[in-house]
């Protein structure tokens, strides 16, 4: 990060009254993971900006905030309980390890540490304790904030978990597995693990200020609860016009500095919330763990179960902006939430793999034949378990319903299926493969494929076929293209796609997947970008020029099938089997054996 950008950060901030600092290092720059080894043993940069050295740690913030503006700001860094989370060192990884870092950037400047967030909470306590304890006295009066994860859902933890390199206790894996599937219940699990945490901390005597850092991933209702539940909120009523009241103004000094701003604890949004009549305990939800995809992972978005709009005033109406956010939101959700996207990224890029590991799994394809084969290889179960544009290493089960579909587009015409799945008509919702949500429920799910093919088979193949009379009232399209060039079948800009839904007892109806335009869009910028990522990662030239080149000559195409009742799901893979299987003149790379 070049100085500049942050000392505009920085003043910024201080034109804003903003005194409170949390100083990351942040995703080390990949610049040395792109960089190329040519043939020649020249190296080449491509894309590369400048870096500024001046930033190279987390302390070096510090000190340079310190140095230009005093005491101004009131500093936080992170802590690490169960150590730092280093993808080369994993099995090193422990406090102690990072505890000459953390002890030269509190004698650097900081007033106060946020840890990792963490569900052991004995690994926490210790790691306090040896803090406080410690020899050099640095630790003895510092604020250390825990910092906490609610659990949204069974997906969510097992993803942010790995990728943090956090343990699970047993007896939490326990109680979570037999229910993943029921995302209600795990939440509230969920809610009663973080509550207990909290009580098992704040009963460890503290000669520092105590608070606590949510992870909220910008879904607040679960913490809401966790806040009730643990009587972290006031219990008198805060009266709508007194906003002073709502805001602790009780100084705190840590480190011999004013660290009152640090200290303030606004409660007004709960209060609000219970003053307008929309509950802040905990609300009946539906699952986002059903793989809607049988390519990549992602976290559903759901529709909240408020009562339906009504004009009488003793019916409680919530509006959707104010409860859309319940659940977490991801690729197929509902892009209006402020949720919307993938709920956690630990890296500055968005493939899968780091460059290494990426040259490793998919090679430096120079054909289709080469591409083809590993999305093959991949729907078949085999390595590589993820492709570039998999965020999770698991195919779905639903894949292998219809795999052998998936197959025959990849292989007879070269398009590479990225997203899909299967038609249902009203499986339990115990089915375990289709069920997802409460007990007691039906599921039901549109069928859908998402794929790249050939610029040149979209407008002469599928176009016409997806808007032929014969068709065209039983499906429906979204077509992208890394120009920004964009397609669809819809006439209305704000028509969404129920494509998975559940009838649940004593609960309005679910969606729990949608396909949209401004979600599609979003995802096609990013999944031709994970073209450029991938070609950036290859050292061979032909390689990268390869990669780049499809890119340019590539539509992604979301196509969704209207028809999905029993004995009439096949229909739209039909139909995609039929004008895959018809012969073209010319085609950048359509065709058999291509």
């Keep these: 990060m070049k100085r500049k950008v942050v000392d505009d950060a920085l003043e910024e901030a201080k034109i804003m009254g903003i005194r409170n600092i949390l100083a990351l290092r942040g995703d080390p720059p990949r610049e040395e993971e792109y960089r190329q080894n040519t043939e020649d043993g020249q190296e080449e940069e491509e894309g590369i900006g400048e870096n500024n050295d001046d930033f190279v740690w987390a302390i070096d913030l510090v000190r340079y905030i310190r140095r230009k503006y005093g005491n101004y700001f009131c500093i936080g860094v992170a802590a690490y309980p169960e150590g730092h989370a280093d993808e080369s060192h994993p099995v090193d990884q422990s406090y102690e390890q990072d505890l000459p870092f953390l002890i030269q950037k509190v004698e650097a400047g900081a007033d106060f540490l946020v840890t990792q967030f963490f569900f052991d909470v004995h690994a926490y306590t210790r790691f306090e304790r040896a803090l406080r304890e410690h020899e050099s006295g640095v630790f003895r009066r510092i604020a250390i904030i825990p910092g906490l994860l609610p659990i949204q859902n069974y997906q969510i933890l097992k993803r942010t978990t790995k990728l943090a390199h956090c343990r699970i206790p047993p007896d939490l894996s326990e109680t979570l597995e037999p229910i993943k599937a029921d995302d209600e219940n795990v939440k509230q699990k969920g809610i009663e693990a973080l509550c207990g945490i909290i009580r098992e901390i704040l009963a460890v005597k503290s000669d520092g ?17 966790i806040l009730e539940d643990c009587d972290l909120i006031p219990s008198e009523p805060i009266a709508p016009d007194a906003d002073e009241s709502a805001i602790d103004e009780s100084p705190v000094t840590t480190n011999g500095i004013d660290c009152s701003s640090f200290n303030h604890v606004l409660y007004g949004d709960l209060q609000s919330l219970k003053l307008s009549g929309l509950p802040t305990s905990r609300r009946p939800s539906t699952t986002d763990n059903h793989p809607t995809t049988t390519h990549r992972s992602c976290s559903p978005s759901q529709i909240l179960n408020g ?19 319940d659940y977490p939101n991801g690729r197929f959700g509902d892009a209006r939430s402020p949720a919307f996207g993938t709920p956690v990224s630990y890296s500055l890029s968005s493939l899968p793999l780091t460059p290494a590991h990426a040259r490793s799994a998919w090679g430096e394809p120079t054909s289709p034949k080469h591409i083809t084969s590993l999305f093959t290889s991949h729907l078949r179960g085999s390595p590589p378990s993820q492709l570039p544009w998999s965020d999770d290493p698991n195919l779905s089960p639903e894949t292998e319903l219809i795999r052998d579909h998936l197959l025959f587009l990849t292989e007879k ?47 002469d193949l599928l176009r016409p076929h997806l808007t032929s009379a014969t068709i065209r009232d039983q499906v429906s399209y979204y077509a992208g293209h890394p120009s920004g060039a964009f397609e669809t079948s819809e006439g209305n800009r704000e028509a969404v796609h129920a494509v998975t839904w559940g009838s649940f007892l004593g609960k309005e109806i679910a969606t729990a997947t949608m396909v949209e335009e401004v979600s599609f869009k979003q995802w096609c910028e990013e999944a031709f970008g994970r073209w450029e990522e991938w070609a950036r990662c290859c050292r061979q030239k032909e390689a990268r020029d390869y990669l780049r080149k499809q890119r340019e000559e590539c539509v992604l195409v979301n196509v969704i099938g209207h028809i999905y009742r029993e004995g009439e799901g096949d229909w739209l893979w039909a139909a995609l089997r039929e004008v895959a299987a018809q012969k073209i003149e010319d085609g950048t790379r359509s065709g058999e054996g291509a």
């Design 413 to 459: 015409r070269n398009w590479w299926t990225v997203a899909s799945q299967p038609a249902v008509d009203g499986l339990p919702s115990t089915h375990p493969i289709h069920g997802w949500g409460p007990t007691k429920g039906f599921v039901f799910q549109k069928p859908f494929v998402e794929f790249f093919l050939p610029l040149s088979d979209w407008n």
């Design 209 to 225: 200020p105590r608070g606590f850092h949510f992870y909220t991933l910008n879904l607040e209702k679960v913490v809401g609860s």
């Design 307 to 325: 009562t339906h709009p009504s004009t009488n005033p003793s019916i409680t109406t919530p509006l959707r902006e104010a409860t859309w956010d």
